[in-house]
């Protein structure tokens, strides 16, 4: 599904007009349409013209392989008229289903001043993905080493969340969680994945998908974890298994996630310093002669996020772009000048100095995007979030936190959050309410303006009122929130794994409940215990059993892994 626009915010009442084909059987493979479709105003008006496709006897239902031309045509007395539509499908099986569809042409008028012309009023859409970064790790959530001004002011001008939760304590069942706004046990995903083996099915409908269906154009930069990323001897991406092209991203630049050959620049601590050598863009592997071959790889995808910015800034559609950084993930790097010298300091070891100098570079590179938002004039409806895909590693900042990467307590799946949108969210809002990754993908087609499936199960919620000042969701709303995942024997910290182990977590409200292979072993009230000191497990014996029988269902219901 997409749209063309002419654009005016709503003020005061709209007017819907809709005409439909009834006979269609004859239609040939390009069928053209002419209306007298003419709406008059004594006002200053504006209209967005929606389409969309439908079986007759299911009018939710979206056909994907179809498009439609609007020609709209404007005049000096404000005339708006829908002159004619052209209908192209372009599948072999379109004729055989043909005598079912109808065409829907929707004109929505809305009345009110304004004083330019928009060719589309939804927001762009870029989300910014950390890599190990800690719930402390960001100099606006308390950090006292790392000092992060671009976010900051991110921060500053949008609404920083105090209590966002990552989908896993580790990377890639939270990325599943971001993309598809569901649990990544639903797709079987337990752990992360090893550049061996394991994959996002292709069954599964991510935020991307939806966003490209309804006109957005899609991009992924950076770090992917999520299978498919293998290439031949030629560096041909390999087809065996679901890449980006296939969760719904037009286009895509990340490394190549394929063994023995990340692991041994890791080992070797070249991952960042020489990530631009396996930079695969497109299902291909870049030459030696691409400008990007010789960047660093948090160079390459920032500097590849502000172009695709600037590229995307002159389409007619709104954009979204999925950026993935790898920072500051292992292996701890000293990042290029001037950030190395910025972040020395006494008293800090070698790995502490990488660690800090990664994440001002990532920072940095966060500002040049903010940059390019400002000077294409874009910025204020944009929708911008950061975030981080589990807790703090071995260098990282958590505060109080208990645990860490690895772990379900919270050092290991609360993260930073910080969203700015100037159109629609006020500026240097801070919000303790409990939201998730799998809230992502319903509040950004919220935005969007992108009506989900009736048949799509999602496990979050739009939080996008909320933003906007409204009220948060109720407890009634969210329900019972569940994590899962197997077994780290370590956790990737500077002191040991806290005991006991727990490989699943369920909460309700404040309330969380720790399990290991589905056996309570710790409770906590959240809200009052946040750093989760207190196991109050004996004292409530009902709301445990109540917890328990809740997980038990939720571990045992149907997986998608196809």
């Not at 001043?113 to 928009?118: K, L, N, Q």
């Not at 994945?193 to 994959?199: H, L, P, Q, Y």
């Not at 695969?280 to 910015?309: C, W």
């Amino acid at each position: 599904m997409t749209w063309t626009t002419i654009w005016a915010k709503p003020r005061t009442w709209q007017r819907r007009i809709q005409r439909s084909l009834k006979d269609c059987s004859a239609w040939p493979n390009q069928c053209e349409m002419t209306w007298a479709i003419t709406i008059e105003s004594e006002r200053t008006c504006g209209s967005s013209i929606h389409w969309m496709f439908a079986r007759q006897n299911r009018p939710s239902q979206l056909l994907p392989h179809a498009r439609v031309s609007l020609h709209i045509r404007t005049n000096e007395s404000l005339t708006l008229s829908l002159t004619h539509a052209t209908f192209h499908p372009h599948t072999p099986n379109m004729k055989h289903c043909i005598d079912s569809l109808a065409i829907a042409i929707v004109a929505v008028v809305f009345l009110g001043s304004f004083t330019e012309a928009h060719a589309d009023d939804r927001p762009n859409i870029i989300l910014l993905l950390a890599d190990d970064l800690g719930y402390g790790d960001l100099s606006c959530f308390g950090s006292p080493a790392v000092k992060t001004p671009h976010l900051d002011r991110l921060a500053s001008e949008g609404l920083k969340c105090n209590r966002f939760y990552a989908g896993s304590a580790v990377c890639s069942p939270t990325r599943a969680s971001v993309l598809t706004g569901r649990y990544p046990l639903r797709f079987g995903i337990t752990k992360h994945f090893n550049d061996r083996n394991g994959w996002l099915p292709e069954s599964a409908t991510t935020v991307a998908e939806l966003l490209k269906d309804a006109g957005y154009n899609t991009a992924h930069i950076g770090k992917w974890h999520l299978g498919g990323l293998h290439v031949d001897e030629p560096g041909k991406r390999l087809t065996n298994q679901p890449g980006p092209r296939q969760h719904g991203f037009d286009f895509y630049q990340t490394q190549i996630e394929q063994q023995p050959l990340r692991g041994q620049m890791g080992r070797d601590k070249t991952l960042f310093r020489k990530g631009g050598t396996v930079l695969l863009r497109n299902d291909q592997r870049i030459s030696q002669d691409d400008p990007y071959y010789h960047k660093h790889f948090t160079d390459a995808n920032g500097d590849f996020a502000v172009e695709m910015i600037e590229k995307l800034s002159s389409e007619e559609d709104p954009f979204f772009i999925n950026m993935w950084w790898l920072v500051p993930h292992k292996p701890y790097e000293p990042a290029p000048e001037p950030h190395w010298s910025d972040t020395a300091a006494d008293d800090i070891t070698d790995d502490q100095h990488r660690f800090r100098s990664m994440v001002q570079h990532m920072d940095a590179k966060v500002g040049a995007i903010l940059r390019k938002l400002d000077e294409l004039k874009i910025a204020d409806n944009t929708l911008v979030l950061f975030t981080s895909d589990n807790g703090a590693a071995f260098e990282g900042f958590i505060h109080d936190l208990k645990g860490g990467k690895t772990e379900l307590h919270d050092g290991g799946i609360r993260v930073p959050m910080i969203v700015r949108w100037p159109d629609a969210i006020p500026a240097g809002q801070t919000s303790q309410t409990f939201s998730h990754t799998n809230d992502l993908l319903p509040t950004f087609c919220d935005a969007a303006s992108v009506q989900l499936p009736s048949d799509l199960p999602l496990d979050g919620l739009s939080l996008l009122s909320h933003w906007k000042g409204g009220t948060p969701p109720s407890q009634v709303e969210r329900g019972t929130v569940f994590w899962q995942l197997d077994l780290y024997k370590s956790l990737q910290r500077h002191y040991p794994k806290p005991k006991p182990y727990a490989t699943e977590v369920v909460m309700r409200g404040n309330w969380k409940l720790l399990a290991f292979k589905g056996k309570p072993v710790e409770l906590f009230d959240v809200g009052a215990d946040p750093n989760e000191k207190r196991n109050v497990l004996a004292e409530h014996p009902e709301l445990v059993a109540s917890l328990s029988a809740q997980l038990k269902d939720w571990l045992n219901e149907p997986r998608v892994t196809k």
